[in-house]
């Protein structure tokens, strides 16, 4: 996959605001770098094989944005699923019902039965945000390490990892992420730029039924 090269568009992420554990773990992982560091190296690798042995990863996600000029957040949640091909499906259910599919090169829309392909060139956020989803859940290590300094620390609550650019293309958009999880699962990704607004999201396991199509989306059979 290819996208890390989109990061830099992604315009979310700050975190005042996250809740008081996960920001203690978010504050003290900077403190540990993975490079130059053989024991962190070899834990890293470890969760990132535990991360992509699951196969196909389903769940249902909790979206968080602050913006400034907002005094409450703009919520969304809905379902995802992650297959062992690497497609990736993203179904808001609410406020309004939209769904994505994104194979690490084509992303689609679909809404009111109508699907459309959504160029990175139109709207190089969208785009970007989906690459760095799925680039995540499938732990694209070799991505990561070029674009990313990378900090690591294991706990009793759990592991977080800290990204932090490399390049000023980068910094400019995006100051660091930070990624909490238990075990092969991620359970919270908070980005953050530097202009204060912020984006957090959640991540909740497992998902016992089928993803199912929301609302009034009706899914394109040629949809994958």
Not at 28 to 40: C, L, N, T
Not at 120 to 143: K, R, V, W
Not at 154 to 163: I, N, P, Q, V
Request: glycine share 10%.
């Amino acid at each position: 996959m290819r996208a890390l090269c989109w990061y830099g568009l992604l315009l979310i992420g700050l975190l005042p605001g996250v809740s008081g554990w996960a920001a203690e773990r978010a504050e003290s992982v900077f403190s540990h770098p993975v490079a130059g560091s053989e024991p962190r190296q070899s834990r890293l690798q470890a969760l990132a094989d535990s991360v992509r042995s699951q196969g196909e990863i389903r769940g249902r996600f909790v979206q968080y944005k602050h913006l400034s000029v907002l005094s409450r957040p703009i919520e969304s949640e809905g379902r995802f699923v992650l297959d062992e091909q690497g497609r990736f499906r993203w179904d808001i259910q609410a406020p309004f019902p939209v769904a994505y599919r994104f194979d690490g090169e084509e992303l689609t829309r679909v809404q009111k039965g109508q699907s459309n392909v959504v160029h990175a060139a139109d709207d190089p956020s969208l785009y970007g945000f989906f690459a760095f989803i799925s680039s995540l859940f499938q732990q694209t290590d070799g991505e990561l390490e070029e674009h990313f300094e990378r900090f690591y620390k294991e706990s009793g609550e759990g592991w977080t990892l800290g990204l932090r650019p490399r390049n000023d293309r980068l910094r400019r958009a995006l100051s660091q992420l930070v990624v909490t999880g238990q075990g092969g699962e991620i359970e919270q990704v908070v980005l953050t730029e530097p202009g204060g607004d912020y984006t957090r999201l959640q991540f909740f396991y497992p998902e016992s039924e089928a993803v199912e199509d929301s609302g009034a989306v009706e899914m394109d059979p040629a949809v994958p």
